[in-house]
């Protein structure tokens, strides 16, 4: 499945993920990875893992499953 990049919701997506990311790599070159790995695992949402935080907090995204699409739904 792929991340719906045309809604509003992945504007907030990214918006929230470039504020908190302080990886090298900009989203667009890493969201296919994010995609493959929820796939694989059957699983909704990818964690960021505090050391690649700007708060060197834990951030999951959580998306929802729309039409074999994920839609980013909330940030915890």
Known sequence: MKIDMLGPEFNKFSEIFDKLYVGREPLYAIITN??????????????????????????????????DRYVFSYLK
């Open 34 to 67: 994010l995609e493959n790995m929820m796939t694989a695992n059957k699983i909704n949402f990818f964690k960021l893992p505090a050391f690649k935080s700007k708060d060197s907090r834990n951030h999951y995204f959580i998306f929802k499953v729309v039409d």
